[in-house]
RNA sequence: UCCUCGGUAGCUCAAUGGUAGAGCAAUCGGCUGUUAACCGAUUUGUUGGGGGUUCAAGUCCCUCCCGAGGAGCCA
């Protein structure tokens, strides 16, 4: 019976097959040991030379790193066997042999790999983090569908930016210009009036010319937008959101956690209510770590970094001064210079994860802050629609999937967060 | 776009301006419990491209290309 490795276990003592790559080999004149991984993990297959066919001890001698192959034999417990389950093969078959496989088990270089990315994803690290970012997605539809939101799509083609045309991916469209999304917010919001509770999920592009651990051109975002929501509310959802992702995380993919090493205690933290600051406080308490930074200045990496790492948790950092953000966010009534909008920081220099904030319902406000934001009216009729036909309060922010993910698996780029990254001036393979 | 560092064998890296090398991989041989197995042998080069200085350049200078890290911007 062809069986998963993941499922070894539970067939000790039967006669199984098990086809799949071969990641390495170890053998001497008498016996093999094969590592074969079939995409559900990896098993040790032993093979003793007196107990298989010439043909199949043939097949065993030329056999190389990822060639194809199929096993027959008993399961076993062996604590011997890396993982604690092997098979005593009764007979080995190459099916497709591989010739020169570029990477080895010893070191690479970024660079090599990156050029490799199609065969990197065969490493035991790099499918570990593929397999998180898979259970964070699906913890993200589970966390949604759970509270009775709608998935609406927005749109990937668009005729107008959300803020600003100068990172946007321009093309053509049946000889008019059309644009990359870079958020699928402005698209969500008409529609909490036909459901309520809404969220996306997709690809997002952003033409910066960025190049850092932190940054893509083409990332994931997931962007929840519920009307009636307030600014509180806003804070609670997000915490409730993130505390379930981690947990999930935790809970599911504790074997991959622990594949890349990553401190899991870290992640025990995630959980109940973060603490707050506003953007006021937040620039006092960087000034107290003596970092050079006025009131009125934007975070840099280096000061959100500090400023998580000053709680050792997640932090909301709330009520920025209006100049720093989007023309669409909702202004503090008891502060008008500052906005109801919140950044979530996460710490180990993972960076800004949640954008968020509550929306302007005024039609004649929002009219006006386009104005000051020198963007043209034309484009955004419809969005202002949303003003005029049953206007209501509601809220949202947008999650950076990669972001998330790197943060929950330690790892060290965003490049490998996603199975194919798109960075400036890199888009092979 | 700017700053810093780098580009030498398939990979990871050495090499005072003076004969280009090691480990790994690959190939062949040995080994019945290996854990990135081990032991022996063999093969591997337009030193990123172009120009210059010099008796002599992987090494120094100019320039272009490519890569890595960071800044700004952002999720």
Avoid at 109 to 134: D, P
Avoid at 277 to 287: G, H, R, W
Avoid at 310 to 318: A, K, N
Wanted: glycine fraction near 8%; charge should be negative; charged fraction near 25%.
């Amino acid at each position: 019976m062809t069986i998963s490795v993941r499922h070894l276990k539970s067939h000790a003592g039967e006669t199984v097959t098990v086809r799949g790559w071969l990641s390495n080999k170890r053998r001497s004149g008498k016996i093999g040991f094969l590592q074969i991984r079939d995409g559900s993990g990896i098993v040790q297959v032993v093979v003793s030379r007196a107990e298989v066919s010439e043909e199949a001890w043939e097949d065993v001698k030329r056999v190389t790193q990822e060639s194809t192959v199929r096993v027959t034999g008993i399961a076993r417990a062996d604590e011997r066997a890396p993982g604690g389950v092997e098979i005593q093969a009764t007979d080995f078959a190459v099916r497709s042999l591989t010739e020169d496989y570029p990477i080895t088990n010893k070191e690479h270089g970024t660079a090599f790999l990156m050029e490799h990315r199609h065969l990197w994803l065969r490493s035991s690290k790099q499918r570990s983090t593929l397999a998180i970012r898979s259970e964070v997605c699906q913890a993200i539809r589970d966390f949604f569908y759970e509270r009775e939101f709608t998935l609406v799509d927005s749109p990937i083609l668009t005729p107008t930016s959300c803020e600003g045309t100068s990172t946007l991916f321009e093309t053509e469209y049946f000889g008019d210009k059309a644009y990359l999304s870079q958020s699928g917010q402005l698209y969500l919001e008409p529609a909490c009036a036909a459901f309520g509770k809404v969220y996306c999920m997709g690809p997002t592009f952003r033409a910066e010319k960025s190049k850092t651990r932190r940054h893509l051109t083409e990332f994931w975002m997931v962007e929840p937008e519920v009307a009636f929501l307030d600014f509180e509310g806003l804070i609670r959802l997000a915490e409730d959101f993130i505390g379930f992702l981690a947990g999930r995380v935790i809970e599911r993919a504790a074997t991959h956690l622990e594949v890349l090493e990553r401190d899991v205690s870290k992640l025990e933290k995630i959980t109940g209510s973060f603490p707050r600051v506003t953007y006021y406080e937040a620039i006092e308490i960087l000034q107290s770590h003596g970092i050079d930074i006025a009131q009125g200045d934007d975070f840099g990496a280096e000061d959100e970094t500090v400023l998580a790492n000053h709680f050792d948790r997640p932090v909301f950092v709330t009520h920025f001064p209006t100049d720093l953000k989007a023309f669409y966010m909702q202004p503090d009534a008891d502060n008008p210079d500052t906005v109801l909008a919140m950044d979530l920081l996460a710490p180990e220099g993972y960076g800004e994860i949640i954008g968020g904030s509550q929306r302007i319902h005024d039609h004649d406000l929002l009219l006006e802050r386009l104005k000051h934001h020198e963007l043209p009216i034309e484009p955004f009729q419809w969005y202002l629609d949303v003003r005029k036909y049953g206007s209501f309060p509601h809220s949202g922010f947008g999650m950076g999937i990669e972001r998330f993910i790197a943060w929950m698996s330690g790892a060290a780029h965003l490049r490998e967060t996603i199975p194919y990254p798109r960075m400036l001036y890199k888009i092979y393979p």
